[in-house]
C-alpha cells in the first residue's frame, strides 16, 4: 500500500508541473482567442463606418468586410495554434493544402468570386443602374460575391454569374446624365417631307424634358420600299428617356393625322391569273 501511494506521489510530482504549464498556455489561447475575436468585430465595424462616411459603394461594405474578417480570423487561428504549441510552418502547410484541393474543387466558384472582385472594384455598374450583358437586361438589384442579381422591367430576378459577366460585354444604359432619344418614322412617298419635319420639330421643342443643347435634329434616314424614313434625334435626362420616347411618338401620329400626312403600312399587289385566261393566251 505504501509503495502504491509513493507511486500516486511520483506521477503527481510528474504530471503536476506539465499541467499547470500547458493549462496556463490553454488558458492563455482561448483567452487570447475570445479577445481576438472581439476585437475583429469592433475593427469590421469601424471599417464599415469608415466606408459609409466616404460614401463607398454600399454593394462593397459587406464583401469587404467579410474578406477583411476572414483573413483577420485566420491569422488569429495561427496565432493560437503558436501559443499552444503547434508548430505555425506545419499548420501554414497544411491550410495551404487544403486550399489548394478546395481551389481545385470550386475553380467555377472561384472564378465567379475574382469576378466578383473585380465588378466591386472596377464598378462598371451599380446598384440601381439598367444594364444589358449576357444576353439579358435589367436594373441591378444588389451585387454579391458570386453572383449580381438584376430585376426586369416586368419583376422577374434575374441571377447571373460574376465571371462571365466580369468578361463579357457590358452596355450601362444608366451611367451618362443624358441619352439621345431616336424616334424613327416613316411617311408616304406623296407627302410633305419639309412639313412632316416642321411638325417633329415643334413637338420636341414644345417637351420641356427634351434639351435644347445639343438641340433636336430630323434626318431623312433612308427612302425605303413603302415609306421616306424620317429620324427624329433630340437628347434628354436619363430618366426621361422612356418618357419621351413613348409620348412623342404618340404626339407625332396625332400630328400627323391631323395635317394630312400618312405612316403607310407594307402593300403588296398580287395578280390573280384565272385558267381560262392561261389556256386562251396558250391557243
Do not use: C
Not at 5 to 30: C, T
Not at 133 to 141: E, L, N, W
Amino acid at each position: 500500500m505504501d509503495e502504491l501511494m509513493a507511486k500516486m506521489e511520483g506521477l503527481e510530482e510528474a504530471w503536476l508541473p506539465l499541467v499547470i504549464e500547458y493549462g496556463s498556455q490553454l488558458l492563455l489561447a482561448l483567452l487570447t482567442l475570445a479577445v481576438g475575436w472581439w476585437v475583429i468585430g469592433r475593427i469590421i465595424a469601424a471599417l464599415n463606418k469608415v466606408m459609409h462616411k466616404r460614401n463607398v459603394e454600399p454593394t462593397l461594405h459587406g464583401f469587404v468586410a467579410t474578406l477583411v474578417g476572414i483573413g483577420l480570423k485566420i491569422l488569429l487561428v495561427i496565432s493560437v495554434a503558436g501559443m499552444i504549441g503547434i508548430e505555425t510552418t506545419s499548420f501554414i502547410a497544411v491550410l495551404g493544402a487544403a486550399g489548394l484541393a478546395v481551389g481545385l474543387a470550386l475553380q467555377g466558384s472561384l472564378a465567379n468570386f475574382a469576378g466578383g472582385t473585380l465588378i466591386l472594384f472596377l464598378r462598371p455598374f451599380r446598384a440601381g443602374e439598367y444594364i444589358e450583358a449576357q444576353g439579358v437586361s435589367g436594373t441591378v438589384d444588389s451585387i454579391q460575391i458570386f453572383n449580381t442579381i438584376l430585376k426586369t422591367p416586368d419583376n422577374k430576378t434575374v441571377i447571373v454569374p460574376n465571371g462571365s459577366l466580369s468578361n463579357g460585354n457590358i452596355i450601362n444604359y444608366s451611367r451618362q446624365p443624358t441619352r439621345r432619344v431616336d424616334l424613327n418614322i416613316g411617311i408616304d412617298y406623296g407627302d410633305d417631307v419639309k412639313l412632316a419635319r416642321s411638325i417633329l420639330l415643334g413637338l420636341a421643342e414644345a417637351d420641356s424634358r427634351v434639351l435644347k443643347d445639343p438641340a433636336a435634329v430630323v434626318w431623312l434616314v433612308s427612302l425605303g420600299d413603302n415609306s421616306v424614313n424620317l429620324s427624329l434625334r433630340m437628347w434628354t435626362k436619363t430618366e426621361d428617356y422612356w418618357g419621351v420616347f413613348w409620348d412623342l411618338q404618340e404626339q407625332a401620329k396625332e400630328s400627323f393625322d391631323a395635317q394630312g400626312i400618312s405612316i403607310p403600312f407594307p402593300q403588296r399587289t398580287v395578280h390573280v391569273v384565272t385558267q381560262a385566261a392561261q389556256e386562251s393566251s396558250a391557243e
